[in-house]
C-alpha cells in the first residue's frame, strides 16, 4: 500500500493565516497528503509567511535557508512559499531563493493542487493573482472529523483603508465579503464537529458586508445556531463600529465581552499622517459608548511607536490615551518601514527612540493588564476548556474576556464551557475553581 505523502506547514503571523493554513492543508488533503510536524519527513514544505513588519519577512528567507540540505538530500522534496510575503514578493523569491519550487498568495491558494501537479516535472509556479471566481468556492469541502471546541473562520478579507504603514491593502487587496449563508453553513458544520466557540476574522472584519444588517446581522444569525455557545471577531476599525454591532455587545449573550480595537496612537497628528481617519476623541467617544452597551467590556488594543514624525509630546498623548482606556491586553511594537507604503518614504524616528517608548508603552500596558486580571480574584465567569494543563487533573480554557483560566479538576474535558471562581491572578493566566 502506498504511504500518504506528508505535508508540513509552518504558519507565520495573524489568525487569518492560521485559517489560511488549514484550509491549504485541506486542499493538499485531497491530494493524499497528510500533516507532519517534522520538516525532515515531509514531500511538501508550505510557509504561510506575514508581512506586516520587515523581521516577518526575512525570517523567510532564513527558514528557507535551512532546507538546502533537505533538499540537496531528497530532489523530490517541494518547497513553497503562501501567504503575504508570496503575495508582495512573488517571483524574487524565486530569483533569492532558487530551492523554492512554488509560490502562492493568499487569494489564490485554492490553486495549489494544481500548482503543485506543475512542479512534478521540476517546473516552478508561480500565482499571485487576484482571481474573480470566489475562492472559497473552489475550495475543497471540509472534512468531517472532530475537532477541538474553538475555531476561526473567515469572513472577510482586504482592506480599503490603506493606513500609512501597513500592506494589508496591497496584499490581501479590496475588501470582500463571504455571502452569509455560505458563512452559515461553514459554522453550522464546524457546530457538528464539536466546535462550540468561533472566532470570526476579517483584516477589517466590521466593514463585513455580506448580510444586509452587516456583522452585527452575521453575528444575530450565528447565535441561532445550537451548540455554538460564543462568538467572537477580530480585526476591527473604530470607523466600521455602527450602532447596530455597538447594540450586539449589549444584547447579544453570545458575543463574548472582550474587544480587539485598534487606535495605533493618541496623537491627533500622528493619526491623521497615519491616514487612520478619526481622531483620538472620537476613539473614546466610541468606547464609551461601547462599555454603556457592555459595562465589563475587555478592550484590546494595537500601538505603533516610533512613527514618522512622532514627537516625545504625540508619544505622551498615546500614553494618555491607553491611560483613559485601561486594556485587559494590547499588542505593540516599534514602527517598522513597509516597502511601498507612504510611510516609508518620510524622515525617521531614531532606533533608540523607538526602543525606549516601547518600553515605558509596554510598562504601562502591562501594569494595566495586570491590574484588570488581579481584579477578576473572587469573580465567577464562564471557561470554555480547551486542552489539559501542565499539572496532572489540570485543564486550561479561556475565560468570557479571553483570559487563560487553569481549573484543578476531574472529569473536566475539551469543550466543557463551565462557571468557575477565579481564586489567583498570574502573570499571564488565572487560576479557578468550579462552582
Ligand atoms: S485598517 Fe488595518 S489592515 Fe487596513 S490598512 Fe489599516 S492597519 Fe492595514
Do not use: W
Amino acid at each position: 500500500m502506498t504511504q500518504p505523502k506528508k505535508l508540513f506547514i509552518k504558519t507565520y503571523g495573524c489568525q487569518m493565516n492560521v485559517y489560511d493554513s488549514e484550509r491549504m492543508a485541506e486542499a493538499m488533503g485531497g491530494q493524499g497528503y497528510v500533516q507532519t510536524d517534522r520538516p525532515e519527513d515531509a514531500d511538501m514544505i508550505l510557509l504561510n509567511t506575514c508581512h506586516i513588519r520587515e523581521k516577518a519577512a526575512e525570517k523567510v528567507y532564513s527558514e528557507l535557508g535551512r532546507y538546502k540540505g533537505l533538499k540537496a538530500e531528497r530532489p523530490d522534496l517541494k518547497i513553497g512559499v503562501a501567504g503575504c510575503v508570496a503575495q508582495a514578493e512573488g517571483e524574487e523569491i524565486m530569483r533569492r531563493q532558487p530551492l523554492v519550487d512554488l509560490v502562492v498568495g493568499p487569494q489564490s491558494y485554492h490553486r495549489l493542487p494544481d500548482l503543485m501537479a506543475r512542479t512534478s516535472n521540476g517546473a516552478k509556479a508561480l500565482d499571485t493573482d487576484f482571481p474573480e471566481e470566489d475562492k472559497f468556492e473552489h475550495l475543497k469541502a471540509r472534512p468531517k472529523a472532530k475537532r477541538g471546541p474553538t475555531a476561526f473562520l473567515t469572513v472577510q478579507e482586504g482592506c480599503d483603508k490603506f493606513c500609512a504603514f501597513c500592506v494589508v491593502p496591497y496584499t490581501r487587496g479590496a475588501e470582500v465579503s463571504r455571502p452569509a449563508d455560505r458563512v452559515l453553513a461553514e459554522a453550522r458544520d464546524l457546530v457538528e464537529r464539536g466546535v462550540r466557540e468561533i472566532t470570526l476574522l476579517g483584516q477589517n472584519v466590521n466593514a463585513y458586508h455580506g448580510h444586509e444588517k452587516g456583522l452585527a446581522g452575521l453575528i444575530r444569525e450565528l447565535a441561532k445556531i445550537d451548540g455554538l455557545a460564543r462568538i467572537r471577531f477580530t480585526t476591527s476599525h473604530p470607523n466600521d463600529m455602527d450602532d447596530d454591532l455597538i447594540a450586539a455587545h449589549g444584547d447579544c449573550d453570545k458575543l463574548m465581552p472582550y474587544l480587539h480595537l485598534p487606535v495605533q496612537a493618541g496623537s491627533d497628528k500622528i493619526l491623521k499622517r497615519m491616514n487612520r481617519q478619526h481622531t483620538a476623541e472620537q476613539y473614546l467617544r466610541l468606547i464609551e459608548r461601547l462599555r454603556a452597551a457592555r459595562p465589563d467590556l475587555h478592550m484590546s488594543g494595537d500601538f505603533i511607536v516610533g512613527f514618522p514624525e512622532e514627537t516625545e509630546e504625540d508619544f505622551q498623548a498615546t500614553l494618555d490615551l491607553i491611560a483613559a482606556v485601561e486594556y485587559g491586553s494590547a499588542f505593540s511594537f516599534k514602527y517598522s518601514e513597509r516597502p511601498g507604503t507612504p510611510a516609508a518614504e518620510r524622515p525617521q524616528v531614531p532606533e533608540a527612540e523607538k526602543d525606549d517608548r516601547l518600553q515605558r508603552l509596554q510598562a504601562l500596558l502591562t501594569r494595566q493588564q495586570r491590574a484588570l486580571q488581579d481584579a477578576m480574584v473572587g469573580r465567577e465567569v464562564g471557561v470554555l476548556f480547551e486542552k489539559p494543563g501542565r499539572m496532572p487533573g489540570q485543564m486550561v480554557g479561556k475565560s468570557d474576556y479571553l483570559h487563560a483560566v487553569h481549573v484543578a479538576a476531574e472529569g473536566l474535558a475539551p469543550g466543557d464551557l463551565r462557571r468557575v471562581r477565579i481564586v489567583e491572578s498570574g502573570p499571564n493566566s488565572l487560576k479557578a475553581v468550579l462552582v
